[in-house]
């Protein structure tokens, strides 16, 4: 673990308190531009995430719907409640591909799209200390009149996430500030995703707030439209 990962993963409550946590549970709004793109509007509007630490997968309740999403990687389904299935898709990654900007999604979409997402910010910077998992600080950057320094990562071909290379942004005090990366799925989007509203969940920093615009160039923020907003409600450690 190279010395940023290490301030990192100790910044946001270290790794043996993390070791112990099997998953997180979120309830969570999820809006922005990109669902209203895709024709699912409000879809992720009031949700319960459960985000497992050990193995990749999320399963995402759906309040009043009778209805539940669980994603993996090599499968997303959709269930009632209690568990009965309605829907599923092997492969699921292969069902973006040939898709446009403004090709409308269905139910697994996204589910699939939130579930690698999801996953990914929950368990970061945790999730760099995984095997397969490559970092290394790159240069710094000035903004918002703090330093942040930069972990480029390089995930393992079989995590699912947004591309295999990604940055995190991490500021004095070692907590997360910004996220950045493009998006394969959406045929390389880009995203900063602002991290902030930490809160303190029983030894763990977890941010509550997040903000995803796209950038141009140098990582230059583009500020309209607000592409994904989640903020979260009550967290629970598993």
Same mark, same amino acid.
């Not at 979409?109 to 990914?120: I, P």
């Given at each position: 673990?190279? +010395?940023?990962?290490?301030?990192?993963?100790? !910044?946001?409550?270290?790794?043996?308190?993390?070791? /112990?946590?099997?998953?997180?549970?979120?309830?969570?709004?999820?809006?922005?531009?990109?669902?209203?793109?895709?024709?699912?509007?409000?879809? =992720?509007?009031?949700?319960?995430?459960?985000?497992?630490?050990?193995?990749?997968?999320?399963?995402?309740? $759906?309040?009043? /719907?009778?209805?539940?999403?669980?994603?993996?990687?090599?499968?997303?389904?959709?269930? #009632?409640?209690?568990?009965?299935?309605?829907?599923? %898709?092997?492969?699921?990654?292969?069902?973006?591909?040939?898709? /446009? /900007?403004? #090709? *409308?999604?269905?139910?697994?979409?996204?589910?699939?799209?939130?579930? +690698?997402? =999801?996953?990914? &910010?929950?368990?970061? *910077? $945790?999730?760099?200390?995984?095997?397969?998992? @490559? #970092?290394?600080?790159?240069? *710094?950057? +000035? !903004?918002?009149?703090?330093?942040? %320094?930069?972990?480029?990562?390089?995930? *393992?071909?079989?995590?699912? @996430?947004?591309?295999?290379?990604?940055?995190?942004?991490?500021?004095?005090?070692?907590?997360? %500030?910004?996220?950045?990366?493009?998006?394969?799925?959406?045929?390389?989007?880009?995203?900063?995703?602002?991290?902030? !509203? &930490?809160?303190?969940?029983?030894?763990?920093?977890?941010?509550?707030?997040?903000?995803? &615009?796209?950038?141009?160039?140098?990582?230059?923020?583009?500020?309209?439209?607000?592409?994904?907003?989640?903020?979260?409600?009550?967290? #629970?450690?598993?």
């Amino acid at each position: 673990m190279n +010395e940023l990962l290490h301030l990192a993963v100790k !910044a946001h409550g270290g790794l043996e308190r993390w070791q /112990q946590v099997k998953a997180l549970k979120v309830a969570a709004s999820i809006t922005g531009a990109i669902w209203s793109v895709k024709g699912k509007g409000d879809v =992720l509007k009031n949700v319960v995430m459960t985000i497992e630490t050990q193995q990749e997968r999320l399963t995402m309740v $759906f309040p009043g /719907q009778n209805k539940r999403s669980i994603f993996e990687p090599s499968r997303v389904a959709l269930e #009632t409640a209690d568990g009965m299935l309605i829907e599923a %898709r092997d492969d699921p990654e292969k069902s973006f591909e040939g898709q /446009q /900007q403004e #090709t *409308p999604w269905d139910d697994i979409h996204v589910a699939y799209f939130s579930g +690698e997402a =999801l996953w990914t &910010y929950l368990n970061t *910077p $945790f999730l760099y200390t995984h095997d397969g998992f @490559s #970092t290394e600080e790159i240069a *710094p950057i +000035e !903004a918002e009149g703090e330093t942040w %320094r930069r972990l480029k990562v390089t995930f *393992p071909d079989d995590v699912k @996430s947004h591309t295999r290379e990604q940055i995190s942004c991490f500021g004095p005090d070692g907590l997360l %500030r910004r996220h950045d990366y493009t998006v394969d799925i959406l045929g390389g989007a880009t995203g900063l995703n602002y991290a902030s !509203a &930490y809160r303190d969940v029983d030894g763990i920093m977890v941010p509550t707030k997040r903000r995803v &615009y796209a950038y141009e160039g140098d990582y230059q923020l583009v500020k309209e439209p607000l592409l994904v907003a989640i903020d979260m409600g009550e967290i #629970t450690l598993l």
